[in-house]
């Protein structure tokens, strides 16, 4: 088993819930046209993110300016997987590749869907685009692709203290089973996020624990607070763990500290003294 501590993990950028998964518009260029040339705006669609067992369909738009098309070409990791030639019969053809299950009948001259998409076809996607004779230009987009594996089963959070004094320290973890890539998992004080550490909390490393033999990652965090008043409302404290993989997957567990700090008894005088108070009170009113 492997074990990596890091204090925060960072994804690519992901798109907003209401857009849950962001495409590559345009990235890596090669071989750019002339002006002049026939072939022209090569635009490459493939989605940043998906979850293993997806079916997924990547595109590549190009306008030809009235010149057919020779060519269009799909490659993983620099290895041809797809091409349509319409001057071939049949046009379309999917190359035999370990893991990529191309779908031919959702596949054309614009577009390629692959079928039940795993892990370990992550990795960079390109479309290459050649326009016909005489001047055969060609154009080429390359986007990066995720496959992610979710974990199976939920989070879970263990607190070492469910009643605690002010002053006192509870120590808390957080954690999610196996994924790839591993989750982010981030605390909660009364749905108030904790991004750093102050004086009353403090934030362990994230320990990635990773399994060689399923080549998966599970994240565990730790958390250390020591309460003050302004950790409880009405003498309660929620505790919450997210664990959040991009877009795809979000779980969160939580947990409640009860404020167990002695409260002082009211003191009560003799019955004469009270009697005197009660007496002071009505001639005041």
């Given at each position: 088993m492997q074990l990596i501590l890091i204090y925060n993990l960072s994804y690519l950028p992901v798109s907003s819930s209401k857009s849950p998964v962001k495409t590559h518009k345009q990235d890596l260029e090669f071989n750019k046209p002339e002006e002049s040339s026939s072939l022209k705006s090569v635009r490459i669609r493939v989605p940043e993110v998906v979850?293993?067992?997806?079916?997924?369909?990547l595109s590549c738009e190009y306008d030809l300016e009235k010149v057919a098309l020779y060519s269009y070409k799909w490659y993983w990791n620099e290895v041809e997987f797809y091409r349509f030639v319409p001057k071939e019969s049949p046009p379309f053809r999917a190359f035999t590749m370990k893991y990529i299950n191309v779908d031919i009948s959702r596949s054309g001259p614009t577009q390629v869907t692959l079928r039940g998409v795993r892990r370990e076809l992550t990795g960079y996607y390109k479309c290459e685009v050649s326009a016909d004779g005489p001047l055969f230009h060609t154009d080429?987009?390359?986007?990066?692709?995720?496959?992610?594996?979710?974990?199976?089963?939920?989070p879970m959070m263990n607190i070492e203290q469910t009643k605690v004094e002010i002053g006192k320290k509870i120590k808390a973890d957080?954690?999610?089973?196996?994924?790839?890539?591993?989750?982010?998992?981030?605390?909660?004080?009364?749905?108030?996020q904790i991004t750093e550490e102050n004086e009353s909390v403090k934030l362990h490393p994230i320990e990635i624990e990773t399994d060689s033999a399923l080549g998966l990652h599970s994240s565990k965090s730790r958390?250390?607070?020591?309460?003050?008043?302004?950790?409880?409302?009405?003498?309660?404290?929620?505790?919450?763990?997210?664990?959040?993989?991009?877009?795809?997957?979000?779980?969160?567990?939580?947990?409640?500290?009860?404020?167990?700090?002695?409260?002082?008894?009211?003191?009560?005088?003799?019955?004469?003294?009270?009697?005197?108070?009660?007496?002071?009170?009505d001639q005041n009113l």
């Open positions: 979850k293993s067992g997806e079916t997924v369909t080429m987009k390359v986007a990066h692709m995720i496959v992610a594996e979710l974990p199976n089963g939920n957080c954690y999610s089973p196996g994924s790839d890539p591993p989750a982010n998992l981030t605390w909660y004080i009364n749905d108030e958390i250390e607070i020591t309460a003050n008043r302004a950790h409880f409302i009405f003498g309660l404290m929620v505790v919450k763990c997210e664990a959040k993989i991009y877009t795809l997957w979000q779980k969160v567990v939580e947990d409640h500290v009860r404020d167990d700090t002695p409260q002082l008894a009211p003191v009560l005088g003799s019955t004469s003294s009270q009697s005197q108070v009660d007496e002071i009170i």
